[in-house]
T-cell receptor, first 114, second 114 residues
Framework: GAVVSQHPSRVICKSGTSVKIECRSL??????MFWYRQFPKQSLMLMAT?????????EQGVEKDKFLINHASLTLSTLTVTSAHPEDSSFYIC??????????FGPGTRLTVL | AQSVAQPEDQVNVAEGNPLTVKCTYS??????LFWYVQYPNRGLQFLLK??????LVKGSYGFEAEFNKSQTSFHLKKPSALVSDSALYFC????????????FGTGTRLQVFP
């Protein structure tokens, strides 16, 4: 149990285009999901908290107009990187809260912006 | 401020030997502590957590961790390392303000040599 999926696993796009990444909890409902960004050989940086039915809460320094988050249902949150640029290239990971205090992570999405 | 420290960037151990990956924390109040493992190009997998009770916590894949309040530590251990244990390990503590959020350490790369 407690499986979280992400789609796509890998995406390459041109600079200036937008990319949508999906995060799904497959066998449980998640009121809260998180989006992280991970740079090579570094820890996870929390970008935002996604709450079903309400606006996402962004961490300091994260541009909410650039990283659009939608949590339309209890099993799906999406992250859209708008007008992507090479510096947005990164590994994006989502997680979903199943029980109190325990997050389950998706496999990650590797974004490369050319 | 709340924080988690993983003092070792990398730990090398021979297969069959015991392994220890260190973690210390700084929080006010009672800490909720977690260990996650990340394999290359994958998301994080939950290993174990300490919330309350026995200081020795047993988790997945034969790993265990010992909570030591006086030393503010939560070191991850395994009696006999496997080559397949080679991965990136993250220690995390629950955010005391937003209790669904996790504060991650910088990660420790474990390399198990045959």
């Amino acid at each position: 149990g407690a499986v979280v999926s992400q789609h796509p696993s890998r995406v390459i796009c041109k600079s200036g285009t937008s990319v949508k990444i999906e995060c799904r909890s497959l066998d449980f409902q998640a009121t809260t999901m998180f989006w992280y960004r991970q740079f090579p050989k570094q820890s996870l940086m929390l970008m935002a908290t996604s709450n079903e039915g309400s606006k996402a809460t962004y961490e300091q320094g994260v541009e909410k107009d650039k990283f659009l988050i939608n949590h339309a249902s209890l099993t799906l949150s999406t992250l859209t990187v708008t007008s992507a640029h090479p510096e947005d290239s990164s590994f994006y990971i989502c997680s979903a809260v199943l029980t109190t205090y325990t997050q389950y992570f998706g496999p990650g999405t590797r974004l490369t912006v050319l | 401020a709340q924080s988690v420290a993983q003092p070792e960037d990398q730990v090398n151990v021979a297969e069959g030997n015991p392994l220890t990956v260190k973690c210390t924390y700084s929080v006010s109040g009672n800490p909720y502590l977690f260990w996650y493992v990340q394999y290359p190009n994958r998301g994080l997998q939950f290993l174990l957590k300490y919330i309350t009770g026995d200081n020795l916590v047993k988790g997945s894949y034969g790993f265990e961790a010992e909570f030591n309040k006086s030393q503010t530590s939560f070191h991850l251990k395994k009696p006999s390392a496997l080559v397949s244990d080679s991965a990136l390990y993250f220690c995390a503590v629950r955010d005391m303000v937003n209790t669904d959020k996790l504060i991650f350490g910088t990660g420790t790369r474990l390399q198990v040599f045959p």
